[in-house]
């Protein structure tokens, strides 16, 4: 680590990029060696600035977690921007960081790239099988082009310059740091406010909109971290044992599926909410089961540290003291 001169997280301020920012700080890292970008800085859509301070700088290792995030649906009635915000800020950086001579770089892809996928676990090679729906569909083509650019240019000029440009496909994440605003919060974060205002309100149920059954994993977001700074600094060798053609990329989950009900019943434990959680038996459909094989990423020896009720406790502390910073803002 310490021959590492200069680091960039790409991405939004998300919870995904400040873990990342932890880990590697907790590693030896200081601050003057970590490079972050704001919208209010630059944007990683303008391509000038992008190759700009990558010739100047040009970072040892990037680690690229660039969205749009947020929920998919938001964004119907603007497809095709949609759809060109999300292939330009992955595909640019990349494309920039080769040219301007990074050695490492690794691509944070979302989940979303198997949307339809029917069968569970998704291994890696189960992608071939993916059917994003209409929703989907714009960030699974980006995300899907991220990961083949990162593979076609470690193929193409591995040997020859020394590049090392990897993929990871992560599911579903939470912790500190997600934003609360409505059109862009995660799905557990929502959930989480939810009850908390039915605590705050004292009222006797929380209605949760789903029948409970549904099936997910979730990844504590240092957990991730660790996963991701891991992955990069893997030997090629090992990496090559881990991935070929079919699948280019590694996935990385908790490996522990929880149901919707499951889910709201553990973060009513750490809000501290006791009235009654009641399903819709009503709504047939909310969403396909989702979570991901992570036995290749496991053989590395890394295995996720942090239980649930855990992570859902540092997030809850991280939603109130954001809520109280807004309340003293305004």
Known sequence: MNA???????????????????????SGFVADQIDTWDESDHSLYDQAAVRSY????TPDHIYVAVGPWGNPSDNSSRRGTYMGDALL???????????????????????QVYG??????????????ARPDRAREPLAIAHMAGIRLCEAYTHEFGELLGLTYRSVVVGNLYGPGDDLQPSTAGELLTLMRHIHQAKTFKLSSVNLRCNGFRRADWLYVDDMAEACIGLLDLPDRSYRLLTDERRPHVNLGSGRASTTLELAQAVAKVVGYRGCLNVDGDVADE????????HRMRSTGWAPQIELETGLAHMYRDYRQQEQRLAAAS
């Open 4 to 26: 590492i001169r200069k680091v960039f997280v790409a991405g939004p301020a998300s919870a995904a990029r400040q873990a990342i920012v932890r880990r590697l700080m907790a």
């Open 54 to 57: 990558l010739r100047d700088s």
């Open 116 to 129: 339809g996928c029917p069968v569970l676990p998704m291994a890696e090679e189960d992608l071939a099988f």
């Open 287 to 294: 969403g396909a089961d989702f979570y991901l094989d992570t």
């Open 89 to 111: 800020g992955p595909v640019q950086l990349i494309h920039e960081a080769m040219y301007a001579g990074v050695r490492k770089l690794l691509f944070i892809a979302s989940h």
